[in-house]
């Protein structure tokens, strides 16, 4: 499924049937409905248990004492958003930082991370927008 069949889809969806609350709290988050709507489309295309993609939560906003759990539990600050553990052309796995349009921007936490597991055998990409998403994933694992 294209990226751009899968926007029409959605948006036939959302007309037929209620927006779910929880999609509500993403406006304003670019970058988490960008998330979002990539996961959807990979969870439609590569469906569990032959594909996985799961997301690392380093990001958002936390009380101290959580964030001190969560660091403490492995929580690692520049770990890409996404990953998919599945070997595929030489690769280890695929990371991806997800950024929302031009705006959003690397920090350096996230280079050297994304340096560190390229050393590694991973491939790390960086996706702007669902067409990126669709493209590399597609090519990655096909």
Wanted: proline letters at 6%; aromatic letters at 10%; a positive charge.
């Amino acid at each position: 499924m294209s990226a751009a069949d899968f926007r029409a889809m959605q948006q036939c969806t959302q007309t037929v049937a209620p927006t779910h609350t929880k999609e509500k709290e993403h406006r304003g988050h670019p970058e988490s409905s960008l998330q979002i709507a990539c996961v959807k489309w990979f969870r439609l295309q590569y469906p569990w248990p032959r594909y996985l993609i799961a997301s690392a939560p380093n990001g958002g906003f936390r009380n101290p004492i959580e964030a001190e759990i969560l660091k403490a539990e492995g929580v690692w600050s520049g770990m890409p958003d996404l990953y998919i553990p599945m070997p595929r052309k030489g690769f280890a796995a695929l990371y991806i930082e997800m950024k929302a349009g031009k705006a959003g921007r690397v920090s350096q936490a996230q280079k050297e991370t994304m340096e560190f597991l390229t050393q590694n055998g991973a491939k790390c990409i960086v996706c702007r927008d669902i067409e990126t998403f669709v493209k590399e994933v597609n090519d990655y694992l096909r």
